[in-house]
């Protein structure tokens, strides 16, 4: 039964809910209850009961009570879900039961052998499991009494990260698990992965940022799942498969009927697992899946064949490495044959030039793909690239094509050997390598179209100034000559826009309107919007709080700005790079002159002190009262400066539970004072 909301959610909703349910234990425990049946039915079953509306009007109800509540503090709340910014560093937790690898195989008739194997050991009749291998990172979720205790990362297979911060953030692992007839502990064995349309978006906007892509969708799940901040992990939309289930009383003997369990009790268990009793439906299996998981919305790259009987698995056994009762079939990464027809290269808005193979159009994956990534000038040289050669192309776990090889047997009449550009295909300036970098570089910042273009297209995205301005539109600006760089943003005029090819007074005004209201935007989202090389959205917080002006931050030397924790010497010396142009600092300067913030808020400033002045304190450990950022932040709001690790000119670590046994050790060698949260916040007080 869900609650009437215009009656519980108002003023006095407290009030209100405690006069319905008799107490606010009661109703807190009634709420929680409908919200884990809601996420069941919505991440699970893909059936939801309710409109996102009346979900989040659930959940803001089950928030204010907590608040107003916090004796009836539960970490499997659905509230948990949204992730705190408690940084948590990764304790290793040894499994109770390991976590084998499994044999690949990637022939039918290894499959066969494999089979033969299992009937000449048992010498009675088994029937083996199929499902198929999601391709993400794998973990074990323990259930104590239903509740969600811990997750634990696969790691060596003996022991592994606990991530159950993290982990409790994702929608389709139950925190409660439903039913009565659940055992007091099992461990539930499954996949994280982050399914491909999240992946896609989260490449989109690293482009964006010209960082890194992920490869693949595992990587990115991966990375997701150990990154610091679970806030950061409940926004990448991870989701979790359930395929096999621990204990020491399991309800039912059989490998299958207990993942039919696992799917009562709220798991998410995957609706194509099948029981096949001949080896020939296991080859209908396999056959059906090469083709049809190409449809589904995340990554599998195989086939799991279990044994059924789980007393038939103890009998088979396993090795040192894997059981004898399952293997993994792989699946042929899907490869095209088609020719090469030239080569041309981007230019990014840092001046890196990406080769990019153009191809006689191919069918794989379901897609038609005509362009491939050629990474670097060693890539190229490695394939031995030829302008008419016969390419293999592959996508395989790869959502970005790549050319794996050549058909050197097929070369007949072939063009030119592929040579890296030596100058830069938009201004046709010469191209630069470092030695320490694979990447060549426009060093034509203030000519080069593209990188022009590229620094308005980044200063104006969300994350930085948040203008509603399209990269098609920054085009027409420029070759018309109303900008030359972001400053001419904001000396552009009404008329200039409305005279535009398919512009109206109501787009104009509107981004007029936009870029006025970026003027507000602060100081460190200002300073990212830059697009100084290497400097990210943390890397500018961390600037920003170093620095708290765009004055003191010009004027840093290398080796202040490497005092800064996480900025080494090649992102101090591009911050260098930076300040000292003539040309950026007049880009600068001209944007000081608009009203851009540069330097921190009032607000920011008058919270800072001297009283940490001259003190290099190490942060190490789990905290209880604030984040761990938030002490990195107290501790330059107070003159002090925070390091990474411990050195003679370390005066204090703020420690934490579950500290470093590294840092410890050296604190102790070198005499340094190790203080708590509460010691720490007495200093600043």
Known sequence: MILDMNDLFSNNNIRSAKSLSGDAAELIENLRKQLHEHNYNYYVLSQPAISDFEFDKLMQQLVELEKQHPEFYDPNSPTMRVGSDINKNFVQVRHRFPMLSLQNTYTEGEVTDFYNRVKRSLNEDFEIVCELKFDGTSISLVYENGRLAQAITRGDGRQGDDVTANVRTIRNIPLVLKGDDIPTYIEARGEILMPWNVFEELNKEREAQEEPLFANPRNAASGTLKMQDPKVVASRKLESYVYYILGESLPAQSHYENMLLARKWGLNVSNTIKRCKTREEVFEFLKYWDVERKKLSVATDGVVLKVDSLLQQRNLGSTSKFPRWAIAYKFNAEQALTRLESVSYQVGRTG????????????????????????????????????????????????????????????????????????????????????????????????????????????????????????????????????????????LQFEDLVNLERWAETSAKNLLASIEKSKSIPYERVLFALGIRFVGETVAQKLAQAFPSIH???????????????????????????????????????????????????????SRTDKLSGLTIVISGTFELHSRDEYKAMILRNGGKNSGSVSKNTHYILAGSNMGPAKLEKAEKLGVKIIDEAAFLEMIK
């Open 352 to 491: 890196a030039v990406t080769p990019v193979a153009n191809l006689e159009p191919v069918l794989l994956s379901g897609t038609t793909v005509k362009r491939a990534s050629l990474y670097n000038e060693d890539a190229i040289n490695a394939l031995d690239l030829h302008i008419g050669d016969l390419v293999y192309v592959e996508k395989g776990g790869e959502i970005i094509p790549k050319i794996t090889g050549v058909d050197k047997e097929a070369r007949f009449l072939i063009g030119d050997k592929v040579v890296f550009a030596k100058r830069c295909p938009d201004c046709a300036t010469p191209l630069v390598r470092n030695e320490d970098e694979a990447v060549h570089y426009c060093p034509n910042s203030q000519g080069c179209p593209p990188q022009i273009k590229g620094r308005v297209e980044h200063f104006v995205t969300r994350k930085a100034m948040n203008i509603t301005i399209g990269p098609e539109t920054i085009g027409l600006l420029y070759e018309k000559g109303l900008i030359k760089d972001a400053a001419d943003l904001y000396a």
């Open 552 to 606: 003191l931050l010009a004027q840093a030397t290398l080796e202040q700005l490497t005092a800064v924790e996480e900025i080494g010497t090649r992102i101090a010396q591009s911050v260098r790079d930076f300040f000292e142009n003539p040309e950026f600092m007049d880009f600068v300067n001209r944007l000081r002159a608009q009203g851009l913030q540069f330097e921190l808020s009032e607000e920011t400033m008058a």
